[in-house]
């Protein structure tokens, strides 16, 4: 099975990204060069602090690069914008609006009636019937990521950054929320660019999984995961890719 | 009951009992002076505390969000604001004469401070993650500060409102007591000096702490608001 051709969604030359911390200049991002196809997952995995986060604050074009360039859809990135939507690890949820007014945050512009449809769509695509009216401070930590998450996918965003989202919910919840993802990636095939640090929620989720060096962060390996889904996770070419990219991961926390 | 104990046993030197103080409450409900007094001092309280939230707040949230507005203003409020509001009296006076203006000016100078360090503490305390979000979803520089600014900062405005009104209610009296011939400090001073009416004193008193914890419970009702009571340390 050949995957079809896709367009390059996201393209990213020589990009390098320099903090300056009093007075020192500290180098976060090191000549990083990566293309994303269309309707792509990629998991960018690494260790802690290496930089993932910022690499992810680029992309979303929240940080300008010190050097180099990003270009999505061929035109160059110059801030954040609606058609791509970051979703947080934590506290992304606005605590003063309801369930259903964090849903309709980004759609204002549509009419009221348009904007009552999408709620409801997405309210029931993230299992948050019943909630409509509650405020985040009475929902789990699994509904707020599931809030934001649709909050995310209402404004209809070609590209969905999401930096580590499941990274604070205990493990259950995390094995319920992968399964949810696949789901909408599946049925609304949008771009989906994953930070995680978890080397098995990686393997389960990504077409491609970059992994990233230790800070300076450059890109130390792209490893493609070719299982369709649903990922069998006990299959021996499931630990095969799942004890490959673990002995990456280990080269870059020693290089 | 420990308050009548302790007047019984020292008669006449301590204080007037409650039963006199409640004569004396009395006494001024039935010459009409309590409403007039109780509503003057509002009045001030009221003028002078929206006046001083109607400049403090949106001049600390603008500071507050600009870096180097707050390193030119920082050293002037910080000069400004241990001086006590009472030591603005001669000033008042000079510039509004005896009369609701002075008082009025007074309790905005006291309001003025407070209200503006909080605005400012609350820009800067809004998690980098609300801006982000709001950036993110291309807001209007209008939506952006109606819908993401502005309700980030609510529940700490609420709580920094509560407080300065505390302290408007603490100024009026003194600024009556100097500035006014009218509200519930000048009763208290007036009591004392035309003729050590010392159950009125008191009764001022009373007042003075049960409208103090009036103002307090309706501001704690904002508080309760769903919408605001959320607070930036939850979860």
Not at chain 1, 86 to 105: A, C, K, R, S
Request: hydrophobic share 50%; charged share 20%; aromatic share 8%.
């Amino acid at each position: 099975m050949t995957p079809p051709v896709r367009d390059v969604k996201l393209r990213m030359e020589h990009v390098g990204m320099v903090f300056e911390r009093d007075g020192t200049s500290v180098s976060v991002l090191e000549d990083i060069n990566l293309e994303v196809s269309d309707g792509e997952f990629i998991c960018l995995v690494g260790p802690s602090g290496c930089g993932k986060s910022t690499l992810l604050n680029v992309m979303g074009g929240f940080l300008p690069p010190t050097t180099g360039s990003l270009a999505i859809d061929r035109a160059l990135v110059h801030g954040p914008d609606p058609r791509r939507i970051l979703v947080f690890q934590e506290h992304g949820v606005f605590p003063w609006l309801t369930v259903e007014g964090n849903i309709g945050f980004g759609l204002s512009r549509l009419s009221g009636a348009e904007r009552d449809q999408r709620i409801a769509h997405y309210i029931q695509m993230m299992r948050l019937q019943g909630f409509e009216k509650t405020y985040p401070s009475d929902l789990s930590g699994g509904m707020k990521q599931r809030l934001q998450v649709a909050r995310a996918l209402a404004v209809n965003p070609d590209i969905l950054y999401l930096d580590e989202p499941f990274g604070a919910l205990d493990s259950i919840t995390r094995l319920i929320m992968r399964g949810e993802l696949l789901r909408i990636w599946q049925s609304e095939r949008r771009t989906i660019i994953f930070v995680t640090h978890d080397v098995d929620e990686a393997v389960q989720l990504a077409d491609r999984v970059v992994v990233l060096s230790s800070r300076p962060a450059k890109i130390q390996d792209v490893l493609t995961i070719d299982i369709p889904h649903p990922r069998n996770i006990s299959s021996a070419h499931y630990l095969a890719h799942r004890d490959n990219l673990l002995k990456k991961i280990g080269l870059a926390y020693t290089a | 009951m420990i308050w009548q104990a302790a007047v019984d046993r020292h008669p006449g030197q301590l204080l007037p009992g409650p039963w006199e103080v409640a004569g004396g409450i009395g006494d001024l409900f039935e010459h009409g002076l309590l409403l007039k007094y109780v509503v003057a001092s509002l009045f001030r309280v009221t003028w002078g505390f929206l006046l001083a939230a109607l400049i403090a707040i949106p001049l600390g949230l603008t500071i507050g969000w600009y870096r180097r507005a707050e390193m030119a203003f920082s050293p002037l409020v910080q000069i400004f604001r241990p001086i006590s509001p009472l030591a603005w009296i001669p000033i008042a006076i000079l510039w509004f004469a005896v009369g609701d203006l002075a008082a009025i000016f007074l309790i905005f100078v006291g309001c003025f401070f407070p209200l503006l360090l909080t605005a400012m503490s609350a820009v800067h305390n809004i998690p980098a993650v609300y801006l982000n979000v709001g950036r993110n979803f291309g807001l209007s520089t209008a939506d952006f500060i109606s819908r993401v600014l502005y309700p980030a900062v609510v529940p700490q405005l609420i709580i920094g409102s509560r407080i300065t009104l505390g302290i408007a209610w603490l100024v009026v009296v003194a600024a009556e007591m100097i500035a006014v011939n009218s509200g519930l400090g000048f009763l208290i001073i007036d009591a004392r000096n035309a003729g050590n009416r010392y159950d009125l004193v008191i009764a001022g008193m009373v007042m003075i702490g049960t409208i103090g914890l009036l103002l307090d419970l309706g501001m704690r009702s904002l508080e309760r608001v769903k919408s605001f009571r959320w607070s930036y340390t939850e979860d």
